[in-house]
C-alpha cells in the first residue's frame, strides 16, 4: 500500500513548455485533488475530483488542465508553463468526496517541486 | 467553511506542553474543527478534529470552548519533531471535501 504517490518530485521547466504532474493512488479513493504551495504560504486548491470522470475548478485553476479516466490517477497537466506556477504541489485522496466526520482523513502525497524560469 | 485566526509563530521548549491557539468566531452549530500539520514541505497530516466535546488521541488533545468560538490544540510534551506549521481548519459535514489553508501557526520547539 503506497499510498498517495506523485512524480516528478524535482522539475524544471522552461517558460512556455507543458508538463504533466502525476498522482496516483492504491487506496481505491473517491476524491482526488490538487494544491499548489508557495513559499510561506497556505496550500490553495487548483482542481479536484469526485470519481472517474468528473472534475471540477479549486480556487486557482487557471493554466491547469486535469482529467480522471481511472479511479487511480489524477495527473495535472501545465499547458504553457509561467514562471508564476514555480511552486510545490500536492496532491491528495480521501475516501469520500463529502466531509464525513467518520474515517474520511485527507491523505497527501509528498510534493512535487516545480520551477519554471 | 468560517474563517480561522492563527499566531503566525510560536515558541516552546522541548518537553514542554504546546498550546496553540485558533479563533473561528463565525463557526457555525454543524461545523467541526480539524487540525492539520505540515512538517518541512512534507505533504499535511492529520492531527485531531472535534466539534464541541474535547477530544485526545495519541498526538494531541483539542480543547473547543463553550461557546465553540475557539479552540487549542496541545502537543502534551512536545519534541524537536513536532516543530512544524500547525493549520486549524473548520469544516462542515456533508459538504465538499475540500480542505482550505489560512496561512497556520509556525511552531518552533527548542532544545
Known amino acids: 500500500n503506497a499510498g498517495v504517490t506523485q512524480t516528478p518530485k524535482f522539475q524544471v521547466l522552461k517558460t512556455g513548455q507543458s508538463m504533466t504532474l502525476q498522482c496516483a493512488q492504491d487506496?481505491?479513493?473517491?476524491?482526488m485533488s490538487w494544491y499548489r504551495q508557495d513559499p510561506g504560504m497556505g496550500l490553495r486548491l487548483i482542481h479536484y475530483s469526485v470519481g472517474a470522470g468528473i472534475t471540477d475548478q479549486g480556487e486557482v485553476p487557471n493554466g491547469y488542465n486535469v482529467s480522471r479516466s481511472t479511479t487511480e490517477d489524477f495527473p495535472l497537466r501545465l499547458l504553457s508553463a509561467a514562471p508564476s506556477q514555480t511552486s510545490v504541489y500536492f496532491c491528495a485522496s480521501s475516501y469520500s468526496s463529502t466531509f464525513q466526520v467518520s474515517g474520511n482523513t485527507i491523505y497527501f502525497g509528498e510534493g512535487s517541486w516545480l520551477t519554471v524560469v | 467553511d468560517a474563517k480561522t485566526t492563527q499566531p503566525t509563530s510560536m515558541d516552546c521548549a522541548e518537553g514542554r506542553a504546546a498550546n496553540l491557539p485558533c479563533n473561528h468566531s463565525t463557526i457555525s452549530g454543524n461545523e467541526y474543527v480539524y487540525w492539520y500539520r505540515q512538517i518541512h514541505s512534507q505533504g499535511p497530516q492529520y492531527i485531531i478534529h472535534?466539534?464541541?466535546n474535547n477530544e485526545t488521541n495519541e498526538m494531541a488533545s483539542l480543547i473547543i470552548t463553550e461557546d465553540r468560538k475557539s479552540s487549542t490544540l496541545i502537543l502534551p510534551h512536545a519534541t524537536l519533531r513536532d516543530t512544524a506549521v500547525y493549520y486549524c481548519i473548520v469544516r462542515v459535514e456533508g459538504g465538499a471535501q475540500k480542505l482550505v489553508f489560512g496561512q497556520g501557526t509556525r511552531l518552533t520547539i527548542n532544545p
Open positions: 472535534g466539534l464541541k
Open positions: 487506496m481505491n479513493h473517491e476524491y
